[in-house]
């Protein structure tokens, strides 16, 4: 409890009748600031929220602004079935054997295999969000383990309803399906409120140690965790501070 209102209460305390209603506000505004210290905490360390919600693409690519799409969310014509469908995510092109990464941090919610998705793996993240990612051909985690956004959950396949290698990958918030690929730019664009986006275009590596994902602080943090798979020589990496952007050269 702040020591401000310690102070006040005690002033109250007996100087009126209505003091001990006065007392008991100000003990729920007490408390109420417990709450806002700790949402003013968080605030203080954004990547500590963005990091539990989806916000970067499950898959490389050559520049994350601009993600590759085979099949867009909602309505469209099934290229198995041919006839007019809803699609519950999207497909993202990939290459057979390619990593896939958690977009957030969260829980193993179910792995499996099934004629649709074929092997899929669910995730359950804060806030009442789920993704799955579907048409793997290895899935690298297991049931109820812990993941962080940019760890390796499987790889891309060609399992299931599938005419090539591919992910479908869908976003939930509370049971309601969302656009996935919305959430896929929502880390770049933090860094845009956070003024940290430079001059230079980004491209975003995930993780393969993806607690060091984010971490804003007074020094520079490496964001772009590496990858064995590359796609090209060279590309901006992520290093996030308080006030800047510092592109730098990177995959290896």
Known sequence: MNI???????????????????????????????????????????????????????????????????????????????????HSGVDLPGILGERVYATADGTVAEVGENKVIGKFVKLTHAYGFTTVYGHLSQIKVTDNGTVHIGQVIGLVGNTGRSTGPHLHYGVKKNGKEQNPLPYCYLYLHWLKMLNCEGKNSATLDHASSARSLPSVSSQCADLSPRSSYTRHQESPRFRLCELQYIPQAAYS
């Open 4 to 86: 401000v209102y310690l102070c006040i209460i005690t002033l109250f305390a007996g100087l009126t009748p209505s003091g001990q209603a006065k007392i008991d506000k100000l003990l729920n505004m007490a408390s109420n600031y417990q709450q806002v210290e700790k949402t003013i905490m968080l605030l203080m360390q954004p990547n500590k929220v963005i990091t539990r919600i989806p916000c970067i693409s499950p898959l490389q690519a050559e520049d994350l602004r601009h993600i590759p799409v085979s099949s867009a969310y909602g309505q469209r014509l099934h290229p198995i079935l041919n006839e007019y469908k809803h």
